[in-house]
């Protein structure tokens, strides 16, 4: 009897055992469900929120209550290209002298000389030639002047081909394709009007000669082969290098592109434009990372520039004033 | 609990588990993984877009500041011809430096986004903003704001909306993939589990099914195969216990023979003044018979009945021989069909002697329907022999023994030897049957007769209890299988 009463409590609790492992089957497989359940909405909502707002670098660029310099650069550029170089040094002036300094762009050189004896910009990034034409007429003066990588304030003109061009000489170019920048700047005059006289080339011993709105244009151009040889100013010539295109000839160094005001403009803008760019000391880590964001050619700063700086070249402008 | 669940159950609910958990983390970890990387890619690849696309929009706006272009209409020919193109773009928004829509690809739908710029409190100068939201019109969409600006000079901000329906669609694709490939994993690892622990459990099965089998008396050769793994071992190491036991066995049962036998031959000294009154009185009857036949030798009827008295003189004496060897035998417990009720007789009549000269009344109550039991005739005389030796010693003089024999149920049989001596006193209780506790005088017990005695009943499979009636009565009581040990 007492046998037979074991055995019946140790069959419950064989039953109780049994029931105990299916609960915890089916306790785990309502864990794992469950998990799934949660992990599939958790991945099915995509929902990726903004990061907070923030200002790409923590300065405010928004004009300022401060009295506005208009600042005009001649079409040497395309208009993205001018702003990509030039808006970073509107930014620094904005930020270290006591106005604000808006770019206004132009179409042609002669618009930024009309802007800029208009009134419309207070000062203006010109070229030399340009600017050694203008002065003659208009009441304008330069009052800073970018230094090259060797710390001098002159440019060179360069005459650039394809790298695998058969050119190698002045001499070469007879009855070849010139692309050439606008015929206000010193590139788009130095090779036909001056240099190509030693060589006793003219332009009618090319096969044709076409001006181009920008210098960069001129590169391509070349580089598409649609013209044999192209003049630029070195700045571009060297942003080409080992990109198919190899210097041919480069001109003598000639007083860099000024930046340039109108002669009555408020001394004290003058003097704070001067005493920002010229404080610039491109050894100075700070301001190194600040110069890679500017146009090259302001990569190694500025230098003051003066009127009678350009003396001496006048003679060759006035030479190709001649041939004009 | 835990521990009243089954090895195989245990392994598989502990092993089942963390071997889930385990594949759901990695599971989780790497469809989280994977579904950043593919938001990411879709953040990154949108974003690129929009900074592609937003190139040609800033031209659109640089460009008529120099005279260069009139916008009159070709932003909007280019959203559209570029939407056109890319199927997957769902709007184009361009915003003026004010915040103000200039341009946008269509009306439907966004309505929300007029003022959003502003009301977000947007400045004009800021990091590309890419989010990932559900739109009524357009379902999920990755959207991307870009300021329309060259380093701080802005022209306002482009906003592109990106098809991201897609996207989920690849998103619960992997989702699924990763999900069947778990679960199809996990299936593989439990059922491996499954059927490596049902191996050892089923081999622990059989080897507890051998053990269970296993008996002293039919040495039977394991059906087991030894592998080479821990089963194996334990089936060797099984097989080598079955011999050590096997071999004690043998010197146990040796040296129960001996005990048994010195218990017998020290039994028998104590009947040899009862056996020897036994013989005695024949012989005394022989010997006035061989008197009175040598005095009167020619008294032929004289003789002739003599002869035949002392001849029944020599047959009592033969019979008490004959019973004394009988129980003096080496037992070497040979099963038979045993009369319980002719066994006791026998003892009986061994003990006649001390019981008519110690004035012991013998009252015997045998079942006349008393089955025959499968047992050791010599060994079950040895118990009842044993136990009256005890109860007359109890006595010495003057006194009762009863014996009882019945039935107590289908299968068992019992004897009772009750008598009124002096008892057991109860602190004795619990050792009576062990080896040599006795608390006769010296020289008068082994302390060996209960021990053999529960030996040999419990040897056929039976019990010895006690009762012991307030000191007035002590009771003996044997139970028996009738149909043996099995």
């Known amino acids: 009897m007492l046998i037979n009463r074991k055995n019946s409590i140790f069959g419950k609790e064989r039953t109780r055992m049994k029931y105990f492992q299916y609960y915890i089957a089916f306790a785990l497989l309502l864990i794992f469900l469950l998990i799934t359940v949660f992990v599939y909405r958790s991945i099915t909502d995509i929902t990726v929120e903004p990061d907070n707002l923030r200002s790409a670098d923590g300065r405010i660029y928004d004009l300022q209550d401060k009295e506005t310099v208009y600042v005009g650069v001649i079409s040497r550029f395309s208009p993205n290209l001018i702003y990509e170089g030039y808006q970073p040094i509107m930014n620094y002036l904005s930020q270290v002298t006591p106005y604000n300094f808006v770019l206004k762009l132009s179409n042609s050189y002669e618009k930024t000389i009309l802007q800029l004896t208009e009134g419309d910009v207070q000062a203006a990034f010109l070229g030399t030639y340009i600017y050694l034409k203008a002065r003659k007429d208009n009441p304008i003066r330069c009052i800073l002047k970018p230094l090259n990588n060797n710390f001098e304030p002159y440019f060179r003109s360069v005459i650039v081909t394809r790298s695998d061009s058969p050119f190698h000489t002045i001499s070469d170019l007879k009855e070849k394709k010139l692309a050439l920048p606008s015929p206000l700047s010193f590139s788009g005059n130095w090779l036909p009007r001056y240099e190509f006289k030693k060589y006793g080339i003219t332009i009618n011993d090319l096969d044709s000669v076409h001006y181009f709105d920008h210098h960069h244009t001129v590169i391509y151009q070349v580089l598409r082969g649609n013209f044999d040889v192209g003049v630029v100013k070195d700045r571009v010539a060297y942003e080409f290098i080992n990109k198919g295109i190899r210097f041919l000839a480069s001109s003598e160094p000639i007083p860099g592109s000024p930046i340039v005001v109108k002669s009555d403009l408020d001394p004290a803008i003058v003097e704070a434009m001067q005493n920002a760019l010229l404080q610039i000391d491109v050894r100075d880590p700070v301001y190194k990372e600040m110069l890679m964001n500017w146009d090259p050619e302001f990569a190694y700063g500025f230098t003051v520039a003066r009127d009678e700086d350009y003396d001496h070249i006048t003679s060759i402008i006035e030479s190709l004033e001649d041939e004009l | ?486």
């Not at chain 2, 004690?248 to 017998?264: F, G, P, V, W």
């Not at chain 2, 031959?265 to 008197?291: D, F, Q, T, W």
């Not at chain 2, 035949?308 to 033969?318: M, Q, R, S, V, Y």
């Not at chain 2, 009986?348 to 039991?373: A, F």
Request: aromatic share 8%.
């Open chain 2, 1 to 486: 609990m835990i521990r009243a669940i089954s090895l195989k159950a245990r392994i598989l609910i502990l092993m089942g588990s963390i071997i889930i958990m385990l594949m759901l983390a990695i599971f989780i970890s790497v469809m989280f993984q994977w579904r950043s990387l593919i938001i990411k890619n879709k953040l990154e690849s949108s974003l690129l877009v929009t900074q592609t696309f937003s190139v040609s929009i800033l031209d659109a706006l640089i460009y008529p500041e120099s005279g260069l272009l009139q916008n009159e209409g070709y932003l909007e020919n280019h959203i559209h011809n570029f939407l056109k193109k890319n199927k997957g773009i769902q709007f184009i928004l361009v915003y003026d430096q004010s915040g103000q829509i200039i341009v946008r690809s269509s009306y439907h739908g966004i309505r929300q986004f007029a003022d959003e710029l502003q009301t977000a409190g947007y400045s004009t100068n800021f990091e590309p903003i890419s989010q990932i939201r559900k739109l009524d019109a357009y379902g999920w969409i990755t959207e991307i704001t870009l300021p329309l600006q060259i380093y701080g000079k802005s022209w306002g901000a482009l906003k592109m909306g990106f098809d991201t329906e897609p996207t989920l669609i690849n998103i619960k694709q992997l989702f699924f993939f990763l999900f069947t490939l778990t679960i199809v994993v996990a299936i593989i690892i439990l059922m491996t589990i499954f059927y490596l622990t049902n191996h050892i459990t089923k081999s622990l099965s059989q080897l507890v099914s051998e053990m269970n089998r296993f008996d002293l008396e039919n040495d039977q050769p394991i059906r087991m195969k030894a592998g080479n793994d821990e089963i194996g071992v334990l089936v060797t190491n099984f097989v080598k216990m079955k011999q050590r036991l096997a071999q004690s066995k043998k010197q146990l049962l040796s040296a129960q023979r001996q005990i048994y036998h010195a218990e017998k031959l020290a039994s028998i000294g104590r009947l040899a003044s009862g056996v020897a009154h036994e013989i005695n009185n024949p012989l005394n009857g022989i010997k006035n018979c061989l008197y009175a036949i040598d005095r009167e030798p020619k008294n032929l009827k004289q003789t002739r009945n003599y002869l035949k008295l002392a001849n029944e003189g020599l047959d009592h004496i033969a019979m008490i021989v004959q019973k004394l060897l009988g129980f003096s035998r080496q037992p070497s417990k040979q099963m038979a069909n045993v009369d319980l009720n002719d066994d006791i007789e026998k003892v009986l009549s061994l003990l006649h002697y001390r019981l008519e000269k110690n004035n012991i009344e013998i009252v015997t109550e045998l079942s006349e329907n008393l089955p025959p039991i499968q047992a050791d005739s010599n060994l079950i005389q040895e118990v009842v022999m044993n136990l009256l030796l005890n109860s007359l010693d109890s006595i010495e003089t003057k006194g009762r023994i009863r014996i009882a024999t019945g039935l107590k149920n289908d299968d068992i049989i019992f004897i009772s030897i009750t008598d009124n001596g002096c008892g057991i006193p109860e602190k004795y209780l619990d050792k009576i049957f062990d080896p040599f506790f006795t608390t006769k005088d010296e020289g008068k017990g082994t302390g060996l007769g209960l021990s053999v005695s529960l030996g040999i009943v419990e040897a056929h499979g039976g019990t010895i209890t006690v009762d012991n009636h307030s000191g007035s009565e002590t009771t003996f009581y044997i139970n028996l299988p009738i149909r043996g040990v099995e």
